[in-house]
C-alpha cells in the first residue's frame, strides 16, 4: 500500500460511464488517418483536430501538420477542417487557395450551422451562448453576420436588443447543460416571443458524460477528469463535480496526477471528456494503483451507439 493513501482503507476506482470519445471525435480523427493513407504525409489540418494533447501528438507522428491559418497550406494542398467546424469565410478562402478540403466539422455543429442560416433567413436576431474565442463559438458564429455572443446571464440584460425583436438562440454543442439552462431561462424572461431550436444543442455526448459524473459524483470521494486544459466538455466535467460539493480535478495524463489529491480517498471518481481516447485512462487507473488503488469497478451508464461515417471522397479507395 502506497503511503501517498491513508493505511487503513482500501481504495476503489470507480469509471463513469459513458466516458471519452464521442462519434464526433472518432470521425474527425479517421478523417484524419484516412488522408494521410491516401494521399500521404503531410496532410495539414486547421486547427487542433479535437483538443486533445495526446491525440494531437499522435496525429503529428504519422505526418499530420497542425496550423492555424490556411496561408500556412501549399498551394493545391490538402487541408483538413477540425471537429469544432469553420465560418464560412474559411470555407471560401480555402476554395480561393485551390485547397482540397475534408471537412471533419462534427455533424451536430454542423447541426447548429444550419440553424443559424435557417434562422437568419427567417429574418431573426440571433444569439449564440457559448465561451468567447473557442472554436466552435468562432465557426457558429462565422455563418452569419451580427451574431450576438452570450456568455453569462449578465450578457443576457446588455444585449441591444429590441425586447420585440424577432429573436433566436443557439448554442455551442460542449457547454454546461445547467449553465446553458440558466442562460436560456434569462433569455426567455426578457425575451418571451424568443424561438429555440428545434433540438437541444448540446451534444447527447456531452450531455451523457455530464449525467455520468451527476451519477457517479456522490459516490465517490474526489473525480478526477482526464482531459485537455483547451477541452471545453473536459472542464464541464470537472466543474459538475465541483457543483456538487466534490473536489475535482483535470489530468491530460497520468503524470500529472497529485497524490496529495487522494489522501483518505476511499472512492476516487475517474472520468474522461469526449476528446480524449481510452489508452490516457488506462494509464491513470495504472498510476492510481501504484498509489494504493486496489480494484476498480465500472458504474453504470447510457450505452452510445451513435456513429458518423467519413466522408465519401476518402471512404472510395480506402475501404471496400
Known sequence: MSQDLHPDRMPQVLLANPRGFCAGV?????????????????????????????????????????????????????????????????????????????????????????????????????????HAG????????????????????QDVARLPIALDAPLAYVTQTTLSVDDAAEIVAALRQRFPQVHEPKKQDICYATQNRQDAVKVLTPQVDVLIVVGSPTSSNSNRLREVALRMGKPAYMVDCAADLRPEWLKDARQI?????????ETLVEQVIARLKQLGAVSVRNVDGAVETVHFPLPRGLVAKTEP
Open 26 to 130: 472518432d470521425r474527425a480523427i479517421d478523417i484524419v488517418e484516412h488522408a494521410l493513407a491516401r494521399f500521404g504525409a503531410p496532410i495539414y489540418v486547421r486547427h487542433e483536430i479535437v483538443h486533445n494533447t495526446y491525440v494531437v501528438n499522435d496525429l503529428k507522428s504519422k505526418g499530420a501538420i497542425f496550423v492555424d491559418e490556411l496561408e500556412n497550406v501549399p498551394t493545391g494542398g490538402t487541408v483538413v477542417f477540425s471537429a469544432h467546424g469553420v465560418s464560412q469565410a474559411v470555407r471560401a478562402q480555402a476554395q480561393a487557395l485551390g485547397l482540397q478540403v475534408f471537412d471533419a466539422t462534427c455533424p451536430l455543429v454542423t447541426k447548429v450551422h444550419v440553424e443559424v442560416a435557417k434562422m437568419r433567413r427567417d429574418g431573426l436576431e440571433i444569439v449564440m451562448i457559448g
Open 134 to 153: 473557442h472554436p466552435e463559438v468562432e465557426g457558429t458564429m462565422g455563418q452569419a453576420d451580427g451574431i450576438h455572443l452570450v456568455q453569462t446571464l
Open 269 to 277: 471518481g475517474l472520468t474522461a471528456g469526449a476528446s480524449a481516447p
